[in-house]
């Protein structure tokens, strides 16, 4: 019999035998341990907070880059969950009374170079929801609140989805816009891109009076067309009322399409 | 009685020295004029003071050059206001003596102001006409519709690119801050409104009074004006 030490120097001597497979799974293992260890240029983090409020609520978000949504559930509070892309920027969501404020400009005002931050916003039914951000797509869903306002200064898509705020304003400059929802009485709605289509998705007795601009002609209001509607710079313009006018609508696109679909 | 009449007789009521008449008068017409009233009363309550003080003041050193002086001031301020009603006095006797001038002309003299009367009012009816007719927009040298609307448009556009210089400004010097990506998503998309400002410059061009147009041009200039105000923060 073998003392352990002598089975120890056949083993030294032995000659190792690898196959293709194991070679590569170890490749892949290394890879994989290598990418969790660095600090690699997309590494995120994730901030998280809480606000206990009340029904009313107003937020407030001025984010730099990245994805935003917007969405209600059934708690008064509101949760902020950012996650950020490297270099962190700075993110220092705050309580003034009833409105939480996120203000990524300001916080990070003369960083320059910032990165990416996708935002998820959960808030009360009831609340306004007032976002802009330089570049980045806004998703806002099922919000009963005033006013609902997203603004893009450049590229990103709007989608307001089940909506029925008394103040509705969608704007950005390479884009599309989808509004789906309804416009209450005596409410204002304005949805204006520079290069996008923008879609407006009312129920069949929405009340309201329309302007609607694009340059293209390309304006199909579908089955709220009747002949009472202006028509102004050979089909570049329409101007009218649907039922009793009750709430004010404007949609602007300059190298896009204007659409209304029956809810 | 008038307020000219009653403040001559006004000296005479306060030192007591007016007839029953004249005052019975006076006192109808300081009832019912509250402006004379106050210059009595004034009056009344000074000559009150001086009678009450008489002999607590001494009289000034030069009691006589005091005097003098004061007339030289008071004559120095009536001077332009005497010389104006004398320039009125003149113009008046021109015009009063230029209307009872009576006048002798002979058979060519009448004929050549007659002539010249006609040579004024002919050219003052054309002129006036011509006026009238631009003023309308109908004359020849009237500028036309399509002329006055670029204009319109162009002194907009000066204005607004007045704004957008400056933003653009602050916008360059900041820009070098931004990541690569920032830059080209910002220069893509000054590029698309840029293209919005140009198609509508273009129609307003085929076509200065489109509405439609002009509307969609300042929409479109006040969409850049936004872009760079807002990326001037960045």
């Known amino acids: ?263 | 009685m008038n307020c000219e009449k009653c403040q001559e007789l006004m000296g005479d009521l306060v030192d007591g020295g007016l007839s029953r008449e004249d005052k019975s008068t006076l006192s109808l017409h300081l009832e019912e004029c509250l402006a004379c009233a106050d210059v009595r009363n004034d009056l009344q309550s000074i000559v009150a003071f001086c009678r009450s003080h008489r002999g607590e003041y001494s009289a000034p050193p030069n009691a006589e050059g005091l005097w003098l002086r004061i007339r030289n001031v008071i004559e120095a301020e009536m001077q332009p206001a005497s010389k104006a009603s004398a320039a009125r006095q003149q113009g008046k006797s021109f015009w009063s003596g230029l209307m009872s001038r009576s006048w002798e002309l002979s058979m060519p003299q009448l004929a050549a102001s007659a002539a010249a009367i006609v040579l004024v009012v002919s050219l003052g009816t054309t002129v006036g006409l011509r006026r009238w007719d631009n003023a309308r927009g109908t004359g020849p040298v009237a500028s036309s519709p399509r002329a006055e609307a670029a204009t319109r448009v162009s002194d907009r556009m000066w204005q607004q690119q007045q704004a957008i210089n400056y933003w653009n400004q602050r916008v360059e010097t900041n820009k070098v801050r931004w990541n690569q990506g920032m830059r080209d998503t910002f220069d893509r998309n000054l590029k698309v409104i840029d293209q919005a400002v140009n198609d509508s410059l273009n129609e307003l061009n085929r076509d200065p009074h489109d509405e439609v147009s002009e509307e969609m041009l300042n929409a479109a200039l006040n969409e850049k004006l936004a872009l760079l105000r807002e990326f001037s923060d960045l």
């Not at chain 1, 341990?33 to 978000?61: D, I, M, T």
């Not at chain 1, 102004?232 to 204007?258: A, E, N």
């Open chain 1, 1 to 263: 019999m073998n003392s352990p030490a002598q089975m120890s120097i056949r083993l030294l001597s032995t000659p190792l035998r690898f196959s293709g497979a194991h070679i590569f799974s170890a490749l892949v293992v290394c890879a994989v341990l290598y990418s969790f260890g660095s600090p690699s240029a997309n590494a995120q983090n994730r901030v998280s907070k809480r606000f206990p409020v009340g029904k009313n609520v107003r937020v407030e978000l001025k984010n730099i880059s990245g994805t935003i949504t917007v969405e209600s559930w059934n708690r008064d509070e509101i949760k902020i969950t950012a996650s950020l892309e490297t270099p962190n920027a700075n993110v220092y969501p705050k309580l003034m009374g009833e409105c939480v404020s996120i203000d990524v400009m300001g916080d990070n005002r003369g960083r320059g170079d910032v990165g990416d931050v996708n935002f998820k916003i959960q808030v009360p039914q009831d609340s306004s929801v007032d976002i802009e951000t330089r570049r980045g797509d806004i998703t806002v869903s099922n919000i009963r609140g005033g006013l609902v306002r997203a603004h893009i200064s450049t590229e990103g898509d709007i989608k307001l989805l089940d909506i029925s705020a008394t103040q509705v304003l969608a704007q950005n400059t390479i884009g599309d816009i989808h509004f789906d929802g309804g416009f209450s009485r005596g409410g204002t709605y304005q949805f204006q891109s520079t290069k996008g289509n923008i879609s407006v998705r009312i129920p069949s007795d929405s009340a309201f009076r329309l302007v609607a601009a694009a340059p293209t002609k390309k304006i199909a209001l579908g089955e709220f067309w009747h002949n009472g509607f202006k028509t102004l710079g050979d089909g570049r313009k329409f101007v009218g009322d649907v039922g009793d006018g009750r709430s004010s609508v404007m949609v602007t696109t300059f190298q896009g399409s204007i659409t209304f679909i029956r809810r």
